[in-house]
């Protein structure tokens, strides 16, 4: 049934996307170092549907799940997570927006990264095997125990749960949009939809936003302003960055 999965695990990923007309990465060798940790991500997703694609790094590439109602710090809730295809570890340094017309198409916010590591004995492998995969988690904004575990014997069989574990961390009532903002570039999804400049300083990220992963993406990529007509008018005054802030 599974027996084929892992030998080319990002066939999946590949065949859903036109690399010439979308600016994610194809499959390919990671062109990033790899760290000592295992790399986490999780990306705010404006698509046809609002959702965060939480991404573990696990047998060299990203275990992908699509959370509709994003992660948590409250260990009272467990929110809904669709297992989906795997994912290039490259594609954890992707921000930036995905054309009309193709998969996926919509803004894609770096919502959290960092590192994580796996709890118990088992290997990651072993662990979605088992459909129950605990890790603790250490991005700029997730923090702490969490569980991923398999809702067996339901639906199509991708639906699992994601729970933060009761620990220093947790935080009863905590609200994910409240930190609607990049860890990339510091900016919000409405900015990353009309391709605005990063933020010169980050929100509430005390400054940790190179210190976990870098890939050879640089965050600027994404950074050429779009509209003309509003360069043009904008006088020849020194350039400033300085953006009002969003919502
Ligand atoms: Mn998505």
Redesign the pocket.
Known sequence: MEGLKGIMPLDEYAAKRHFEKTPEPPPGKRKSKAPAKPYFCV?R?D?TRL?Y?FRLEIDGVLKSW?VPKGPSLDPAVKHFAAH?EDHPIDYGGFEGNIPAGNY?AGS?MLWDRGAFDLLGDATGLEQIERGDLKFHLNGEKLKGDFALVHMKGRGKGNEWLLIKKRDDFASPGWDVEAHAYSVLSGRTQEEIVRNLPARKSKQKTAGAVDRVWQSDRPPKKAAAPKSPAAAAKSTPRKKKRTLTSGA
């Open positions: 990306q997703h698509a959702h694609d699509a989906v996926g894609v």
